[in-house]
C-alpha cells in the first residue's frame, strides 16, 4: 500500500480525525468567549449603575448628618396632592428634618404645566406637616432623575446631600446624583403599591433607565435648565 492510501485501520481513521475536531473545539471556545465578552459589555452599565448607587445606600436612622435632603418627585394625585410614592418619600424628609438630621429640604420635580406642579404640591405637603416653609426650596425643572441630580448640584450648590426616593429607584438616583458631582448617601422609602402590576412595570423600567442614566454621566448631560439660585445657601445661613 502506498503512503497516499487512504487509511484503513479505525486507528489511523481516528488519527487522522483528530486535528478537526480540536479546530471544532477551538471554535466552540472562541464562540463561547466572544458572545460572553458582548454580554459583559452589555450588562457592565447596569452594573456599574447598581453598584455604585447600592453602595452610598443607609437605613432612614443611620443617615449621618447631612445640610440637603434631595427628595425627588414622584407625580400626583388628581386632586394636585402628591401621590402615595411621593408622601412615602416626603414623610422620610421630614423625620430627618425633625431629628436634625438635615436642615434643608430640596425638593424637585416636574412643573410642565400649571396643573401639574409637583414641588409646589411637595412644598404644601411638608408645610402642612410641621416643616418650616423658610427650610423647603423648590427646583421647578427636576424633569427626570438626572436632571434633579445635575440641577442641585450645578444650579443650587449642593455638594452634600441625603438623596430620598422609593427602595427601587434609589440605587440609579444615588449614581447620578453622584456623577453630578455631590458626596451623597440615600434613603430607600417603601414602593408597596395599591396597583402591583404598575409597581412591576416601574421596577422593570430601571433596566433601560440604567442605561440611560450611565449614557447621560458618560456624555456629561447638562440640566434642561442651567442657571445659579441661591435659595439652599440662603436656607442654610439661615441657621
Request: net charge negative; proline share 5%; charged share 20%.
Amino acid at each position: 500500500m502506498s503512503d497516499d492510501a487512504a487509511p484503513t485501520t479505525v486507528s489511523e481513521r481516528l488519527d487522522d480525525a483528530e486535528p478537526g475536531r480540536a479546530r471544532s473545539r477551538r471554535r466552540r471556545v472562541l464562540a463561547v468567549v466572544l458572545v460572553l465578552g458582548v454580554l459583559l459589555v452589555l450588562a457592565l452599565p447596569l452594573l456599574v449603575v447598581q453598584g455604585v448607587g447600592r453602595a452610598h445606600e443607609r437605613s432612614l436612622a443611620d443617615v449621618p448628618d447631612t445640610p440637603v435632603a434631595l427628595v425627588l418627585g414622584a407625580g400626583l394625585h388628581p386632586d394636585g396632592t402628591p401621590s402615595t410614592y411621593l408622601a412615602r418619600r416626603l414623610d422620610a424628609a421630614r423625620s430627618l428634618y425633625e431629628r436634625g438630621a438635615v436642615q434643608v429640604i430640596l425638593v424637585s420635580g416636574d412643573n410642565g404645566t400649571a396643573q401639574h406642579d409637583e414641588p409646589t404640591a411637595m412644598r404644601d405637603y411638608l408645610v402642612d406637616h410641621g416643616i418650616p416653609s423658610d427650610k423647603i426650596v423648590l427646583d421647578y425643572a427636576g424633569f427626570d432623575t438626572h436632571d434633579s441630580c445635575v440641577r442641585a448640584h450645578q444650579v443650587f450648590g449642593v455638594d452634600e446631600a441625603v438623596v430620598v426616593t422609593q427602595d427601587y429607584h434609589l440605587p440609579r438616583a444615588l449614581f447620578s446624583c453622584a456623577a453630578a458631582g455631590m458626596d451623597v448617601t440615600g434613603v430607600g422609602v417603601s414602593a408597596a403599591s395599591v396597583t402591583p402590576k404598575q409597581a412591576l412595570v416601574w421596577r422593570l423600567r430601571e433596566v433601560p433607565a440604567s442605561y440611560k442614566a450611565a449614557w447621560d454621566a458618560l456624555v456629561g448631560r447638562g440640566p434642561v435648565y442651567g442657571g445659579h439660585e441661591t435659595g439652599v445657601q440662603d436656607a442654610l445661613d439661615q441657621g
